[in-house]
C-alpha cells in the first residue's frame, strides 16, 4: 500500500488510520493556502487566475477519483 501522505509529517499518523480524512484535510489545506487567488484585488494576471481555478477544481475533484485516497495530488502549474 502507497502511502502518499508519508512526506507530510503533519498528515502521517492520521493517513495511516483514515487515509481518505487525512487526504481530505490535507486537500482542504491546501484550497485555503490557495483562497487568495480568486479574489478580484489578487496580485495575478488573468491566466495565473485561471491556472489556479483549474488546480482549486482539480483539488475539489480528488475525492471523486477512481482509487481514492490512493491518487495523485493535483500539483498547482504556472502558465507559460
Keep these: 500500500m ?5 512526506g507530510y509529517p503533519e498528515y502521517k499518523e492520521d493517513s495511516l488510520i483514515n487515509p481518505e480524512g487525512a487526504l481530505i484535510n ?6 485555503l493556502a490557495s483562497d487568495w487567488t480568486q479574489g478580484v484585488d489578487a496580485p495575478l494576471s488573468d491566466a ?9 477544481q482539480e ?7 477512481e482509487g481514492f485516497p490512493y491518487v495523485d495530488i493535483p500539483q498547482y502549474v504556472a502558465p507559460e
Excluded at 502507497?2 to 508519508?6: F, G, H, R, T
Excluded at 487566475?49 to 488546480?55: E, G
Excluded at 483539488?59 to 477519483?65: G, M, T, W, Y
Design 48 to 56: 495565473e487566475k485561471a491556472a489556479y481555478a483549474t488546480y482549486r
Design 59 to 65: 483539488l475539489r475533484d480528488l475525492p471523486a477519483q
Design 2 to 6: 502507497i502511502n502518499y501522505l508519508a
Design 26 to 31: 490535507y486537500r482542504n489545506d491546501l484550497l
